[in-house]
């Protein structure tokens, strides 16, 4: 399958601090891609990058084989919700879904009508009256209905309640399988991401920290525990991630390309959740950390 | 919804996959004689839709039972129940209870706490399994 995102040295720079650089990136077709960091790690600005509302100060971007806004047929191609779903406040439901129907060539009418009946919404209400959670059900309709290829979702959820949230969520995901849709949404909330996204992009400080289909990041990364040891002398093949250490044990993040077979090494899978958090935990350090004790 | 003979859920704090915990559940329900031969398991967009989890996920889930042969897919329709599991297995369910109930009680006599066995259990069953793979 082509790829949804692909970039190559990809930097955006405000001033003089780089919000996003090095990013080489490529993403497959047919995944629901969850973007992580912390705030101002470069999410926005790379999911902004892909909708084409930024221009890159260096390297370049393609979304589906394409250059980001380059016309009509690429617009009608991807679909953005931007952060805080926005909507026109002053516009009713109704209205929305027509100028959905304006603006987008593949407009899908008869989803969206559905859509906003099953959730019961009231098309003649206007949008600022609605809840958050309504809100962002609305514009996941737009999203949706403008039937694209792939959607971009920045921060959908973060400001819903956990019940609404759900809901999001299981729209998002039910028209994922039903329109075979490819999905890149960034989240800070690593419950979120484990249930809904089969493929991960950390984002720390600027830089992709790590990126891949979760289910071989989870396989490749161990934790291990054992009698203390520098971890420059582990086999080749083995990066270590983290690494902390007291008088007599050490315990490790490693990323490895095989089973660990080292008998001394007490060896444990890592959840979703502990790996981004060893990925956030390393900052922006490069090469292996030195040995040192941490009490 | 109609979700058919079983409905799945998913136990975030578990630290299983969620694709493996669909997995244990199916096989589980077929252990039990919950499901049962021609059963028809819940179509992926109505698991998505219940559990807010990622199609892929399912999909995942239903191929490794088909490869298990536990069930099989019939495109257009869905995916059903071909095996039980409450079978062959079951009858030895109760002579291994009854040695691993003496090797426990051996384990006591010598002094081992609860966490001691279980360590001693999960390390003799990791160790055991990575020399399978091996």
């Not at chain 2, 889930?61 to 071909?82: C, K, M, N, Q, W």
Request: some cysteine; hydrophobic content about 40%; charged content about 25%.
């Amino acid at each position: 399958m082509s790829a949804v995102i692909r970039a190559r040295d990809l930097g955006k720079r405000y001033g003089r601090r780089w919000a996003l650089s090095d990013c080489t990136l490529d993403v497959p077709a047919g995944h629901v891609v969850g973007l992580v960091g912390p705030n101002g790690a470069g999410k926005t600005t790379l999911l902004n990058l892909a909708a084409g509302q930024l221009t890159p100060t260096t390297g370049d971007i393609e979304v589906l084989g394409g250059r980001p806004a380059s016309g009509a047929g690429q617009l009608a191609r991807v679909g953005f919700v931007a952060q805080d779903t926005p909507t026109y406040a002053g516009f009713t439901v109704a209205e929305h879904l027509r100028l959905g129907a304006r603006l987008n060539p593949r407009w899908d009418d008869a989803l969206a009508r559905d859509r906003i009946a099953r959730l019961g919404l009231d098309p003649g209400a206007r949008a600022g009256k609605l809840s958050g959670g309504q809100r962002a059900q609305l514009a996941l309709t737009l999203g949706i209905a403008k039937r694209p290829e792939l959607l971009i979702l920045d921060e959908p959820v973060a400001a819903l309640d956990p019940l609404a949230r759900r809901e999001f969520l299981q729209g998002l995901l039910e028209a994922t399988a039903e329109h075979g849709l490819s999905v890149v949404l960034s989240s800070h909330l690593l419950s979120d991401v484990e249930r809904a996204c089969d493929y991960l992009i950390v984002l720390v400080d600027s830089r992709v920290r790590v990126a891949g289909e979760v289910d071989d990041l989870l396989a490749a990364h161990h934790r291990l525990t054992g009698p203390r040891r520098d971890p420059a002398r582990l086999p080749s093949g083995q990066d270590v991630v983290t690494a902390s250490h007291t008088d007599r044990q050490s315990t490790l993040v490693v990323r490895a390309d095989g089973p660990i077979h080292d008998p001394a090494w007490t060896v444990a899978r890592l959840t979703l959740e502990d790996l981004v958090l060893a990925y956030l935990d390393s900052g922006g350090q490069t090469g292996r950390p030195a040995l040192e004790v941490l009490r | 919804m109609d979700l058919g003979m079983i409905e799945f859920h998913l136990d975030a704090g578990s630290g299983v996959s969620p694709y493996q915990q669909i997995v244990r559940q199916v096989r589980q329900a077929c252990r039990l004689g919950m499901l049962r031969e021609g059963d028809q398991l819940p179509t992926v967009k109505e698991v998505v839709a219940h559990l807010a989890i990622n199609p892929n996920t399912v999909l995942k889930a239903y191929r490794e039972l088909e490869r298990d042969g536990i069930v099989s897919p019939r495109p257009g329709v869905g995916t059903f129940v071909t095996a039980t599991l409450a079978d062959g297995s079951l009858a030895a369910h109760e002579p291994l209870r009854r040695e691993l109930r003496g090797w426990l009680d051996r384990a006591r006599r010598a002094g081992l706490d609860d966490e001691s066995i279980e360590a001693l259990f999960r390390t003799t069953f990791r160790s055991a399994a990575a020399e399978d793979v091996a």
